[in-house]
């Protein structure tokens, strides 16, 4: 397993543009296959936690995780919950909740964990991160991406860990 230091509990992954945005039109403005790599390595084996929309644009559970979708309509072929307090209660850990806006606003009061990627780019959307409080998070790994051939733009990880207090 890829994390370094203490793994996490309750983990946001998301990327996210400089402008904030991470989605438009339903899917996701730019084109990033070394950060779907990360993204599967990261959570291969564990459960993912999405908003219902977020689930309808990839189209099906990910393969090796389980996959709880949060919404208020059961769906076909994935495991459905009501609330994120009804994820967080039904997942082991580590979880981690991969968006959209509502799911990691809810989420970061209950995270200690936050991986990001931050995207060099500040295309149109309609979905943004929200902000990120560094009294509560602090960074505590941020590496240059190796930008390949299948990658629209530069971009960072990130590590944030709740701050202790
Ligand atoms: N860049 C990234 O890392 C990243 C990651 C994830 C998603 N995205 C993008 O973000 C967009 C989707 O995000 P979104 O914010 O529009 O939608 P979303 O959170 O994926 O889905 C919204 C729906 O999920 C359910 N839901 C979410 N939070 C809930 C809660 N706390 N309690 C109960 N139900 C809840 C509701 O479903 P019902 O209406 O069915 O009740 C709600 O209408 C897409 O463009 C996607 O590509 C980007």
């Known amino acids: 397993m890829p994390f370094e230091g203490d793994p996490p509990r309750v983990a946001l992954i998301a990327a996210v543009a400089e402008n904030g945005v991470i989605g438009a039109d339903g899917g996701i403005p730019w084109r990033l296959s070394s950060d779907l790599k990360r993204f599967k390595a990261l959570t291969m084996g564990h459960t993912l936690v999405m908003g219902r929309a977020t689930f309808q644009s990839i189209g099906r559970p990910l393969p090796g995780r389980r996959t ?98």
């Open 68 to 165: 709880l979708v949060v919404t208020r309509t059961p769906l076909a072929g994935v495991e459905t919950v009501p609330s994120l307090d009804a994820a967080l209660a039904a997942a082991a850990r580590p979880v981690f909740l991969a968006g959209g806006a509502r799911i990691y606003a809810e989420g970061m009061a209950r995270a200690d964990t936050i991986f990001l990627t931050r995207v060099h780019a500040a295309p149109d959307g309609d979905t943004r991160f929200p902000t990120i409080d560094p009294a509560v998070f602090a960074c505590v790994l941020e590496a240059k991406g190796e930008r390949t051939e299948a990658d629209d733009h530069e971009f960072d990880l990130l590590v944030l860990k709740r701050r202790v207090s």
